[in-house]
């Protein structure tokens, strides 16, 4: 797709000739890795960052306030309400759940409806269409999961008690999360290192998601998972033909999310399949692809409420009984709170390093410290984790209460060794942004995205 924002002919103006000069002395794109395409891919990751950052705040005062509540004289209450049933004749499609799993399955497939929608538009149209600028994050996102899952499975090799099939807690990475530890920081991430963040987060998305759904699927119902994908049908078909009746696309999604749930697969995976259902490519005569318009719509509803809410009921461990120290001698513990700070760390700076060693990439003005900064702050495991571990251990378990103590354990020291090192270079961060900003000639488009090197139209069809 070519990019929609107008950019100014080559010849105006007297930047035409310094334009030139700065390409000509420019490494090639596929070594400038933390640099974004063009001025249009740099203001929609903006949106997306903003909305996230203040989903952030609220995943933050919802995990907060459970955790409050629930060590407070009146956590029973807490307790009670996370497991209340409000639809207790829902049994023949397993619908007779609590709101805590309400909040898991039903509120988060929200959240993964958004994830899918993100993740086939950074296919289609965004940083992952070229293989070339893909590389570099895919391969980070790897190592940064790879490496928190083996130092888990090091910690517990002789646990026993099912120990190991929590491997997978401290491999997710909760963008909200983050970008609301940047926000309380101040920091002024350059633009290029924001978008490698995001685009880090969208590839751990894809297989924190392929994980739940090869590895945490005991037994499926078939026919129900059959059944599944004739809604999902009907409503790509409807998108496909631009029908965007809410009165009929709702229904839809609730009938494939509703079989999906009876059929064994965690019902988040309807989610997911709902996203890359829309179309990305504007229609002739429009500007905006229908998953554009389904992410602006839909991305504050989960990010400023779904979330939120799974957050409030997934977060409040009570620490009455054994307080921390119990947490602190579980090796499950001990191995989720490990992969998140160090495991993460290592993978990601680990991969990264060995892919600018092998492909000779400039780091463009940035140092290894900032990617020491961004590694830490991907071991914010929040959203993910917490599903993940109750899929793991079964929610309301003695083994889940440690691993939820240790995520947010491990997320914290993660956030706090971030703020420490990201907060350091905050005087560099604000001159490059402020670079990013300038605009002489009052166009609307900063200068810096009219000295990039144009995608070419081969570019653009992969």
Do not use: C
């Not at 009670?80 to 619908?95: E, K, R, S, T, Y």
């Not at 760390?345 to 410290?369: E, N, P």
């Amino acid at each position: 797709m070519t990019d929609p924002t107008p950019t100014k002919a080559s010849g105006s103006g007297d930047k035409s000739g310094s334009s030139e000069k700065s390409d000509s002395t420019r490494p090639p794109e596929s070594r400038r890795p933390f640099q974004l395409s063009s001025w249009a891919e740099a203001k929609f990751i903006g949106d997306v960052l903003r909305t996230e950052t203040v989903g952030g705040g609220l995943l933050l005062l919802g995990a907060v306030i459970a955790l409050i509540w629930a060590n407070s004289p009146w956590g029973d209450a807490y307790t009670d309400l996370g497991q209340f049933v409000p639809w207790p004749g829902g049994a023949p499609l397993h619908l007779d759940v609590d709101l805590a799993h309400w909040a898991a399955d039903g509120l988060l497939a929200i959240f993964f409806f958004v994830v899918g929608l993100e993740l086939k538009r950074e296919f289609v149209a965004g940083e992952l269409r070229s293989p070339r600028r893909a590389a570099l994050p895919v391969i980070a996102a790897v190592g940064g999961m790879a490496m928190p899952a083996l130092i888990y499975v090091l910690i517990n090799l002789n646990t026993g008690d099912s120990a190991l099939r929590g491997w997978a807690i401290p491999t997710a990475t909760d963008i909200a999360f983050a970008l609301a530890v940047l926000a309380v920081i101040g920091s002024h991430l350059p633009q290029g290192l924001r978008a490698f963040l995001l685009t880090l987060a969208v590839v751990d998305d894809l297989l924190a998601i392929t994980i739940i759904a090869f590895f945490y699927t005991e037994q499926v119902n078939f026919l129900a998972l059959a059944g599944s994908l004739l809604p999902l049908l009907a409503f790509a078909l409807l998108l496909r033909f631009g029908r965007t009746w809410w009165w009929a696309l709702i229904p839809l999604a609730a009938i494939t999310w509703t079989l999906m749930h009876a059929s064994g697969v965690h019902a988040t995976i309807a989610g997911v399949l709902l996203g890359f259902m829309v179309p990305v490519l504007p229609r002739k005569g429009e500007q905006h692809g229908l998953a554009e318009h389904f992410e602006h719509r839909w991305r504050p509803i989960s990010a400023g409420f779904a979330v939120p809410v799974f957050a409030f009921f997934a977060a409040g461990v009570s620490l009455r009984d054994g307080g921390i120290g119990s947490v602190l001698t579980d090796p499950v513990a001990i191995g989720v709170i490990a992969g998140l700070v160090l495991g993460k760390t290592i993978g990601i700076l680990g991969a990264t390093g060995l892919m600018t060693r092998f492909t000779r990439a400039d780091l463009g003005g940035l140092k290894w410290v900032d990617l020491l900064g961004v590694s830490l702050l991907a071991g914010i495991g929040f959203t993910v984790s917490l599903l993940i571990g109750e899929l793991a251990f079964g929610a309301g378990s003695d083994r889940d209460a440690h691993v939820k103590a240790a995520v947010l354990i491990g997320s914290l020291t993660a956030a706090m060794l971030a703020a420490i090192v990201l907060s350091r270079r905050n005087k560099v961060y604000r001159r490059i942004s402020e670079q990013e900003r300038q605009d002489r000639d009052g166009d609307g488009i900063p200068d810096i995205y009219q000295q990039l090197p144009q995608p070419t139209p081969d570019d653009d069809r992969r």
